[in-house]
């Protein structure tokens, strides 16, 4: 190694640690040189844990964003007549929740719009997205290629942000490396190799909602909500909240950033109880427990929840005119049958075993026959 640019990359993490701010071409410099696995293993985490101590600006967010999209990340057009919309958390929320977006997804793709996702395993919670998927039966270890398909053809894809299928120089040898959140849950989950331009992005605290909304706006997103959920004990969550108030930034097509709150009063909806929708932690029960939700089955804070986070996809794609429309589309939605129904379609799609894929889904859905879920 360079000492020279070893030297020169610790004074960077000193003023960091001093909460001096970086630009944009300073950041996305020092993220390309760890892509590159130019500094040691241990200055390459005093940089992210320095940064996310400091507290990041837009303009960090967005050079670490542009050094993973363009050094990093396979992409790839999918060819739909739909705007493409992702939804996910940025996870290091304080409340530990099931998984709310994930369910919240294959309720809007069975309401008509077209998700390319974009997730990664558990880092600092219990399951993630792809953790999920997989139990599920989806294909999470599959190329682009698949999952582009799976978009076109399911109306729902998502792309393994830890894989090296996807991400292949860099970004999954850093993220198999860590076990805590760091810009990387905002700017990793942003690199998404079909770079949809609608978005729900949950974040982790209320001080992020306006410079990921900025962020966002920066790297091309044309319409997009970031949320934060408040609960009880000052506690929060990367979701709309039925527990308490939610605080949205919300992006325009004009550009132009509003924020505002909500409530589940707003919704019709009484406030629910934290322990109705924390995780077990257990990957088999935290399964039974989703596909519970989907096929029908809970009518409680859980089902409220999945539905009120449906919403903002709906609103986002154009597919409702009101947050409270697109709730109430969810509903119709999972007690149709046709959440579980696109849930199927899409372990069938995506999948590179696709008999396999359906038989766990089947294994499922008939251990939960008949059994309570809670």
Request: aromatic letters at 6%; glycine letters at 10%.
């Amino acid at each position: 190694m360079d000492e020279n640019r070893v030297k020169n990359f610790g004074a960077v993490i000193s003023r960091l640690i001093s909460k001096e701010n970086l630009n944009h071409e300073e950041v996305k410099d020092c993220f390309c040189q760890i892509m590159r696995n130019e500094q040691p293993d241990l200055q390459q985490g005093a940089f992210m844990a320095a940064l996310t101590a400091k507290g990041e600006t837009a303009p960090e967010i967005a050079g670490v964003w542009e050094a993973i999209y363009e050094q990093d990340t396979v992409r790839v057009k999918p060819l739909v007549n739909k705007p493409l919309v992702d939804n996910c958390g940025t996870g290091m929320d304080s409340l530990k929740t099931f998984n709310i977006s994930t369910a919240a997804s294959i309720v809007a793709a069975a309401g008509g719009v077209v998700l390319a996702k974009h997730g990664a395993r558990a880092l600092s919670g219990s399951l993630g997205t792809i953790d999920m998927l997989e139990s599920l039966g989806v294909d999470v270890e599959t190329d682009v290629e698949t999952v582009r398909r799976s978009i076109e053809m399911a109306g729902i894809g998502i792309f393994n942000g830890m894989s090296a299928k996807v991400h292949p120089q860099a970004l999954f040898r850093i993220l198999s490396q860590i076990r805590f959140g760091t810009t990387l849950n905002i700017a990793g989950s942003l690199a998404n190799p079909a770079l949809p331009r609608y978005a729900v992005r949950g974040v982790y605290s209320a001080e992020l909602l306006q410079p990921v909304a900025e962020v966002m706006r920066e790297i091309g997103y044309k319409k997009a909500l970031v949320i934060y959920g408040s609960a009880p004990g000052g506690r929060g969550m990367d979701e709309l909240s039925v527990l308490g108030e939610s605080r949205i930034a919300e992006l325009g097509e004009d550009g132009q950033i509003i924020k505002y709150s909500l409530s589940p009063a707003d919704f019709g909806l009484k406030p629910g109880r934290a322990e109705d929708i924390l995780t077990s932690g257990d990957k088999q029960r935290e399964t039974l427990r989703l596909l519970h939700i989907l096929s029908g089955g809970e009518n409680g804070a859980a089902f409220n929840a999945v539905c009120l986070n449906a919403a903002p996809v709906f609103y986002i794609a154009g597919e409702a005119d009101s947050l409270q429309q697109g709730y109430t589309k969810a509903a119709e939605i999972i007690r149709s049958g046709a959440a579980i129904a696109k849930l199927r379609q899409w372990v069938q799609t995506q999948n590179a075993n696709p008999q396999a894929g359906l038989a766990r889904l089947d294994s499922l859905l008939a251990e939960l026959d008949g059994t309570k879920v809670s």
